[in-house]
């Protein structure tokens, strides 16, 4: 019987999980070890692309490269986990119930949008965390052009200025025009705790922010927070009152709660402390990587982020490792000392910065730097062709992502 590596997710981290596991077997020749994807769906949902228009498209089919490098597919949502017996029992499409079983288990099951228990979020707030939501969201705002000309109907509320609410908020302008006529003047605010503009990024990127959300007529409030959504606005915890028949919460993201049934030690956000070679501390069979591990990407101090940046090399190093340890070779040591960031800055342009001090590098030229993005989001975050050889190559944990 063949011996078994899970890996819990079709994300950015489980995706190249499975092609990294896949390619060290093949270079091993080993075909007595099985390597399976559970996930609702086999597609890659774009998720740092969420914030543009037409996300309906952006989902990437999986299952003809699944089926080009022999990693099995198994559509269902996992539900528990159970280390001793080493089985995760998962819901199918249909509600039924059955497990799988593992010798090594890659936790890639990604994060959630932290919702708050705030007075009428549930039923009035939107986000862009999921591809439904998201959807749910265009479809919104498609909707305001049926409804009366008025200050609430043509302003959007941000809640949150961190890398999502900005990339969300510089789009929307050109989105709303799109919508209810080039006529209309939106009016999009972004409400940040920060004490100033693009606080949350630091001083070397906030500069750009600022230009970019002034050109763009965005609005700031800083120093405060959403106290309660309704269907025609918000209430700020400064008791100022927006009008508002659209708002969007971007705060505060947290692991995947199937991490709360892995032993070992997690983080404020719920990740799993791991190792150099991404396996949970003090675990013996399970394997962290993306938005649920919690793994030191250099010898100075600094983590990963829950960014599709960190997420596709951990996966690498993470599927990598779980199928070494099963055939008995050395491991690699995941490290990603190099940070960047691109951040979209809509119709304006955006704005790229090298190290975790957020220094603007070239290129500076605003045009330059949004033609950067669109490659990173339309090229470099993709999958590779269902090709076998090219994707198992693509799969090593030595490329560079950034």
């Known amino acids: 019987m063949k011996r078994q590596i899970l890996i819990i997710g079709a994300g950015f981290a489980g995706l190249w ?3 990294s596991a896949v390619r060290l077997l093949d270079q091993h020749g080993r075909d007595d070890v099985e390597v399976t994807v559970l996930a609702p769906q086999a597609e890659l949902h774009v998720r740092p692309r969420f914030y543009e228009a037409d996300v ?27 280390e001793a017996a080493r089985t995760v029992a998962y819901r199918d499409p249909t509600g039924q119930e059955a497990s799988l079983g593992y010798d090594r288990l890659i936790m890639a099951c990604g994060s959630l949008l932290n919702r708050p228990d705030l007075a009428g979020f549930d039923q ?6 999921k591809i439904e939501s998201a959807v749910r969201l265009e479809e919104h705002l498609k ?17 949150g200025g961190g890398f999502t609410g900005i990339e969300t908020a ?29 606080a949350a990024l630091g001083d070397g990127i906030s500069p750009a922010i600022v230009e970019a959300s002034a050109a763009l007529g965005i609005e700031w409030i800083c120093a405060a927070t959403v106290a309660s959504v309704d269907a025609d606005g918000v209430l700020l915890d400064n008791g100022q009152r927006i009008a508002a028949n659209t708002v969007v919460w971007t705060v505060g993201f947290k692991a995947n709660p199937l991490t709360g049934q892995i032993s070992g030690e997690h983080d404020r956000q719920g990740r ?14 399970v394997y962290a990587a993306g938005d649920v591990a919690y793994a030191a990407c250099d010898e100075v101090g600094n983590h990963a982020v829950m960014s599709c940046q960190h997420a596709i090399p951990l996966g690498r190093y993470a599927g990598n490792n779980a199928a070494a340890e099963l055939i008995g070779v050395a ?11 691109c951040l979209d800055l809509g119709a304006w342009g955006a704005v790229y910065t090298e190290g975790w001090e957020r220094k603007v590098m070239p290129p500076e030229d605003r045009a330059e730097a949004k033609k950067l993005k669109a490659q990173i ?8 062709a269902a090709e076998r050889t090219a994707a198992l190559a693509a799969a090593d944990p030595l490329i560079p992502v950034a």
Request: net charge positive.
């Open 124 to 129: 009035h707030a939107f986000d862009v965390d």
């Open 17 to 19: 999980s499975a092609l």
């Open 272 to 285: 799993l402390h791991v190792d150099g070679h991404l396996k949970v501390k003090g675990n013996d069979a």
């Open 56 to 82: 309906h498209n952006m989902a990437a089919p999986l299952q003809a490269l699944f089926d080009a490098v022999n990693v099995r597919f198994v559509r269902g949502t996992a539900q528990r986990i159970d």
């Open 331 to 341: 491991p690699m040591t995941y490290s990603q000392p190099k940070y960047v960031t």
């Open 170 to 198: 510089t789009e929307l302008p050109s989105r709303l025009r799109a919508i209810l006529g080039e006529q209309v003047k939106p009016r999009i605010v972004v409400v940040d705790r920060g004490a100033r503009i693009g």
């Open 377 to 384: 989001n339309t090229v470099w975050i993709y999958p590779p």
């Open 143 to 159: 909707s305001l052009a049926s409804r009366p000309d008025s200050a609430a109907r043509n302003t959007v509320v941000i809640a």
